[in-house]
């Protein structure tokens, strides 16, 4: 069924029925002009981001599932990196009157998905119609007792990274060239054992919970437009330099295999390919690491940014990444 | 300048320059992962909504500046609606790399003027690449003391509405017909005195502010999808029905001088035309109602819902108007 016979009221009906939230906070849920929550904690935190099709997704890469489950990540990512709890959903999304209720219905199984996972609970959002690609955005809500911003990074400070880095970035270029107009490359990557991990990592992406980081994090940010353009927010914000060591950069044995079989630089995909939602944070030098599994990659310094190169050669790091409207 | 030679960062520093918060509730405003908030209040209210280009707006009637300041009035009246008081804006803007800085500038420049008369501020947002149109949604957060929900509704309950209806759908209806293919329309319309105002309405509403009628309000809604379907709501909320009498509908001169010149039936664009943005309530029959400025159309009633027309007819009430994805 097309979204044009099932009308807007419907598909808002269905919604607001899916995802009725049991939250005792929330005095009013999804359905009315604005929603009402009264919160516990003091502080809130709010987020939000969009995707938009051609942009930021490929329908011929991604399903509506994984779409879904990744618009939720995106956001919630957000308020992990500020060492939040998240607890609110709001979504937009613009559809096309010819997409079908097949791909809505498992947008939102996606969606659906990522809310228990998170344990969060939509609470509103905009359904309209688009007239040629699709969007979303989501908007989530979250409560803190102290957030890390990205400010308070401190000389001396050890800066650590989560997880493995430009394993997101990977994924998408293999997708990029298993497009069905280059045969070859589909063949040869479907023997390559390690695309599927990286691919699913571009397209459903977990955001990293930082409850263990909180309490020895300066500051704090997670990876979304790549190491070296997110590092150098966390030096601008604290006013601070950075030093980090490639070879000490947390890179996946599948990213490895497959930046070999693309011919691809791998530690320049993993300092500035987007996307991997992993927490790049700074912990004083004597901070108790023994919970938290993350890699130290460098530390803070005064003033200079320097990248130290797997030969031990220094150069000056650049906010080098994905960044919209490039030249 | 093109927004590819700008650059996403050069914007995003110019928005955030630009809209530093001075609000003692804000902990971190823009430029962060998430904005930290501290409400004073209890209740918080959340609204998001999104306007496409081509679906919600067209570049070739609006200017950069009303689009900006029509962004924030639909998300403020949501607030308003919920009987709140509109504190922090998030946005999320798409835009082609081929639009100009110049549009940007004066988008926001629409924004800020918006964000003085609502007394709002800035607290965060994202700024992405679009393929093809151009897209924004917006996310408002307010507080109450006591929302009022479209639950509320008693029976014998007097049904109000703020302004005029239709006014904003005539003026839509107006634009279209004065493209520059039907040159006759364009100078007929240019005659019509009444077509400005009209047309303003639609182009860049002011939401109602609603702490007067807060303290009578059994519920309440903002008309955005027009007044059948909006009170519709309000019945199915309220599990109520309704009775409204046509030729109690507050029309203005300029829509009915105008309704005249297209042919068109001001009483089917004012009960069914969308994004009037005026505020739909009820109160009980006793209540104060000296110092609100509103016009009674009806009361509400145990089930049935029903429209008398001018000739004292009755007919069904149906939730007729515009809807997303409609057949």
Redesign the interface.
């Given at each position: 069924m097309r979204?044009?016979?099932?009308?807007?009221?419907t598909?808002l009906k269905k919604l607001k029925d899916s995802f009725r939230s049991s939250e005792s906070s929330v005095?009013?849920g999804i359905?009315?002009?604005?929603?009402?929550?009264?919160?516990q904690k003091?502080?809130?935190?709010?987020?939000?981001?969009?995707m938009?099709?051609?942009?930021?997704f490929d329908l011929s890469f991604t399903s509506a599932f994984q779409l879904g489950f990744k618009l939720v990540s995106v956001n919630v990512s957000?308020?992990f990196?500020?060492a939040?709890t998240p607890k609110?959903l709001?979504?937009?999304i613009?559809?096309n009157?010819t997409d079908t209720t097949k791909f809505f219905d498992e947008l939102y199984e996606g969606i659906a998905c990522a809310m228990k996972v998170y344990g969060i609970s939509l609470?509103?959002?905009?359904?309209?119609?688009?007239?040629?690609?699709m969007?979303l955005?989501a908007?989530?809500?979250?409560t803190?007792e102290k957030?890390v911003?990205?400010?308070g990074a401190l000389v001396g400070d050890r800066i650590y990274v989560t997880g493995t880095l430009g394993d997101s970035a990977c994924g998408l270029e293999l997708l990029k060239r298993m497009m069905p107009e280059d045969k070859e490359a589909v063949r040869a990557s479907r023997d390559l054992s390690s695309a599927q991990p990286l691919i699913c990592r571009h397209l459903m992406p977990l955001a990293r919970e930082a409850s263990k980081i909180a309490p020895v994090a300066n500051a704090?940010?997670?990876i979304s437009d790549g190491l070296f353009i997110d590092l150098s927010r966390i030096c601008d914000?604290s006013g601070k330099g950075a030093k980090i060591y490639l070879d000490k950069l947390p890179l996946s044995e599948d990213l490895k295999k497959a930046c070999g079989f693309l011919k691809l630089d791998a530690l320049r995909i993993a300092t500035t390919g987007g996307e991997d939602y992993e927490l790049l944070f700074t912990a004083p030098a004597n901070a108790d690491m023994a919970a938290i599994s993350a890699t130290c990659i460098g530390e803070i310094t005064e003033e200079a940014r320097i990248v130290v190169d797997t030969s031990g050669r220094e150069t000056e790091l650049k906010?080098e990444g994905y960044?919209?409207?490039?030249?």
């Open positions: 979204l044009n016979q099932a009308g807007e009221l598909l005095i009013v359905g009315d002009d604005a929603a009402v929550i009264a919160p003091q502080q809130l935190l709010v987020t939000t981001d969009m938009n099709e051609g942009v930021h957000d308020i990196a500020m939040g609110y709001f979504l937009n613009s559809m009157d609470l509103g959002g905009d359904l309209t119609g688009a007239l040629n690609d969007l955005s908007t989530v809500i979250g803190t957030a911003t990205r400010k704090m940010i997670d914000e906010a960044q919209h409207f490039g030249a």
